[in-house]
């Protein structure tokens, strides 16, 4: 089985891609690619949006296919909903780009993943080997919600 395990937010993309089962799997791109910076010169969301679709289609025809994607979706805080909605928005282009590319796709907050924020490092870390470089909360993320999905 393979996972592509996703943490978008408003300047860049966090992605990890699991391969095997829940028992057995390994972190394919652990020491690889994984974090997607968005150019500083993209400013109106039509440029921004159109970028992180080709982004999603280069990740799918690189690394995939997928047997599903998993999304760790922001926890929707009403107050902070002006920070929140642009990622709203990467989630569902990457979801669209799961969906035209036949990949079975999930969402997930922290009470599904079985951990909290501010223990999604330590949770992450002993399940898997962390990357060597760009470590951080939201790469746990991603890899919490691809472990998730592993059958």
Wanted: glycine share 4%; hydrophobic share 40%.
């Amino acid at each position: 089985m393979k996972i592509l395990g996703i943490r978008n937010s408003p300047t860049k993309i966090r992605f990890c891609v699991l391969d095997g089962d829940k028992a057995n799997y390994v972190f394919a791109n652990q020491n690889g690619e994984h974090k997607i910076d968005m150019p500083k010169s993209l400013k109106a969301d039509a440029e921004i949006y159109s970028w992180v679709k080709s982004e999603f289609k280069r990740i799918f025809d690189k690394y995939g296919p997928f047997d599903h994607m998993a999304i760790k979706q922001n926890e929707n805080v009403p107050t902070r909903y002006s920070s929140v909605r642009p990622v709203m928005f990467l989630d569902c282009i990457a979801t669209m780009v799961a969906i035209e590319n036949n990949t079975a796709f999930s969402s997930h907050i922290y009470t599904a993943l079985g951990t909290k924020s501010k223990e999604v490092i330590s949770f992450v870390e002993s399940k898997v080997a962390k990357t060597n470089t760009n470590w951080d909360a939201q790469m746990a993320d991603a890899l919490a919600a691809a472990i998730k999905n592993l059958k």
